[in-house]
Nanobody, 115 residues
Framework: QVQLVESGGGLVQAGGSLSLSCAASGRSFSFYVMAWYRQAPGKQRELVAAVSSGGTTNYADSVKGRFTISRDNAKNTVYLQMNSLKPDDTAVYYC?????????WGQGTQVTVSS
């Protein structure tokens, strides 16, 4: 069992930055693929960024060059640094931990970008 707790959301003006954190409890954090998803009102949840246990990252095209995902296995934490934020980035951001047999979600944190 893994519990995920996100923090760091909030309100920011367009062009600004926010940093999200996701703290995981439970064992074997380093074995999970960690990811950030987001869901805007009236839209489907979409993958924003992911980082493998080995540190390989991938990003949605819409955030490439602006967002950076990283993980600290010693702290059981995954981060999302978001720069040059746009109003279209407004959404609830969810942390996800996935393996071949398990899938866990955090409760989500709201990010609002004003124009």
């Amino acid at each position: 069992q893994v519990q995920l707790v996100e923090s760091g959301g909030g309100l920011v003006q367009a062009g600004g930055s926010l940093s999200l954190s996701c703290a995981a409890s439970g064992r074997s954090f380093s074995f999970y693929v960690m990811a950030w998803y987001r869901q805007a009102p009236g839209k489907q949840r979409e993958l924003v960024a992911a980082v493998s246990s080995g540190g390989t990252t991938n990003y949605a095209d819409s955030v490439k060059g602006r967002f950076t995902i990283s993980r600290d296995n010693a702290k059981n934490t995954v981060y999302l640094q978001m720069n040059s934020l746009k109003p279209d980035d407004t959404a609830v951001y969810y942390c996800n931990a996935a393996s071949s047999t398990s899938d866990y979600w955090g409760q989500g944190t709201q990010v609002t970008v004003s124009s």
